[in-house]
């Protein structure tokens, strides 16, 4: 069975469609642990909740060290790394040792609105401002950039006149914890096949 970390930041909805796919049975891999690189956010509290092994390694303590402490624990334990709202930047020895099994999940279509500093409701922000008709989110491999590395999977949602920042914000999550749970179960079932950029579901 594919082994996984989860990464979180945050509030770790994104990580809940994990778990809850997991215990519907749609899913079929196993959470290995939880890793967030803040002391005190929700999502290592779900974790937790679910007896999940969860570890904190404070930004402010580690910093730069973050990625190597992410190594060490991840090593040999898991298949695949998820950052699910993790705002840590990885370094490519971590990256190196992960290749193509690290995925992120970004809230726009990629390759808009992304790149460093282009989180949370700042992203919703731009797209609003930009006068996009359509955002969503997309699920890619990590490499060395920022929101570069190739595209898995994009789920695309309307951009209404009226909507605001945050109503965009909860429609693109609603289609986040589909595409997050559908890529994980892709790659445990051996579907994703990499050729450079170009990704292939077979
Ligand atoms: C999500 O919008 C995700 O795409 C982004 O950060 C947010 C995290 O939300 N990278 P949550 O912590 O999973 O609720």
Do not use: W
């Amino acid at each position: 069975m594919l082994k996984i970390a989860v990464l979180v930041s945050g509030s770790g909805s994104n990580l809940q469609s994990i778990i809850d796919s997991i215990e519907a049975q749609e899913l079929k891999c196993s959470i290995e642990m939880v890793i967030s690189d803040k002391e005190g956010v929700f999502g290592i509290e779900r974790a937790k909740q679910k007896g999940i092994k969860t570890y904190v390694l404070d930004k402010k303590i580690y910093g730069k060290e973050i990625s190597k402490e992410v190594l060490r624990l991840t090593e040999n334990k898991v298949d695949l790394i998820v950052l699910a709202g993790f705002l840590s930047i990885l370094d490519s020895e971590l990256i190196t040792s992960f290749k193509n099994k690290i995925i992120n999940i970004h809230p726009s279509l990629i390759p808009s609105f992304c790149g460093p500093s282009m989180y949370g409701i700042k992203v919703h922000e731009k797209a609003i401002d930009y006068g996009v008709k359509f955002s969503g989110c997309t699920v890619h491999f990590v490499d060395e950039g920022t929101d570069t590395g190739a595209i898995i999977c994009q789920k695309v949602v309307p951009v209404h006149p009226e909507d605001t920042a945050e109503s965009l914000q909860k429609r693109v999550l609603v289609e986040e914890h589909k595409a997050l749970p559908e890529v994980i179960k892709l790659i445990s079932e051996g579907r994703v096949k990499v050729d450079g950029r170009k990704i292939t579901i077979i």
